[in-house]
């Protein structure tokens, strides 16, 4: 009985994560994800995004905090850029605000 066993187990290949090649530069800006505005930071060479908070929130009182709603984290960040997570693509602020206002029915 010759049967050829072999006398170690091969290996299977490991997939290797993708490094870039460059030191991100992080901004902060606002992403429409999930019918959602989330405040984050995205890397202006390659679009990376990192740090999102999920929800805003601001002191409330004593030992409180009050949750900001769509329109009021888009007032309090007037000046970043909204990206859709999606495409990666900026939205135009107008239009995203006439959306937002039609939904909270103001």
């Not at 992080?26 to 995205?42: D, G, S």
């Not at 929130?57 to 009050?66: D, Q, S």
């Not at 006439?98 to 909270?104: A, L, R, T």
Request: proline content about 4%; aromatic content about 10%.
């Amino acid at each position: 009985m010759d049967i050829d066993i072999p006398q170690y187990k091969k290996k299977k290949s490991k997939k290797t994560i993708k490094k870039c090649k460059h030191k991100h530069k992080y901004l902060p800006c606002l992403i429409y994800k999930w019918k959602n505005i989330m405040k984050a930071e995205r890397c202006s060479i390659c679009g990376k995004i990192n740090n999102v908070h999920l929800f805003e929130t601001e002191p409330y009182k004593t030992h409180f905090n009050k949750m900001l709603s769509q329109p009021e984290v888009l007032e309090k960040y007037i000046d970043f850029t909204i990206y859709d997570n999606e495409t990666g693509n900026e939205i135009n602020r107008e239009l995203l605000d006439d959306y937002i206002n039609k939904k909270e029915g103001h």
